[in-house]
């Protein structure tokens, strides 16, 4: 029982890095100075718009972070309209519709216009695999797939 408070720290430690406001860290006295990131550049890696999608009452574009690989982490965000209405419950997966064999990952709020997926890709990632996103509003589920880059 004394390792669930510490694997809970942990998982909370690892989700509060994720923001794309926090301060870097200062380097140590005569140690390397890393380059700052570039505008809209980010720490998961470079920023590939796949596109625009709507899904029910909701409209936004949908980013992949970094490469998407078998077995890995995979980062997703969707961004919304300065003042576009964003979901409170949106899923994500890699794979077939079914979501078998995937694992799928909760969005999180990113900024105020955004939402913020670690998306785990299947071990085996077929030729008809896509990225599917999930929004439940109003007692509705509505989804739909894409193709990442």
């Not at 140590?28 to 550049?41: Q, R």
């Not at 718009?49 to 909701?58: F, K």
């Not at 980013?63 to 309209?81: C, W």
């Not at 998306?119 to 695999?129: E, I, K, R, T």
């Amino acid at each position: 029982m004394k390792t669930l408070p510490l694997l809970l720290s942990a998982s909370f430690l690892a989700f509060a890095a994720c923001g794309k406001d926090a301060a870097p860290a200062k380097p140590a006295a005569n140690g390397p100075v890393a380059e700052p990131l570039e505008s809209g550049a980010h720490a998961h890696g470079d920023e590939k718009p796949i596109g625009p999608m709507t899904l029910g009452a909701y409209s936004f574009t949908v980013v992949q972070l970094g490469d998407v690989k078998a077995g890995a982490e995979a980062v997703f965000e969707l961004e919304f309209a300065k003042d576009a209405k964003v979901p409170s419950l949106a899923r994500a997966w890699l794979g077939v519709e079914s979501g078998q064999g995937s694992m799928k990952a909760r969005f999180g709020k990113e900024g105020d216009h955004g939402l913020h997926a670690h998306v785990q890709a299947p071990d085996a990632l077929g030729a008809d695999a896509k990225l599917w996103i999930e929004i439940e509003a109003d007692g509705v589920t509505e989804r739909a797939a894409t193709a990442w880059k």
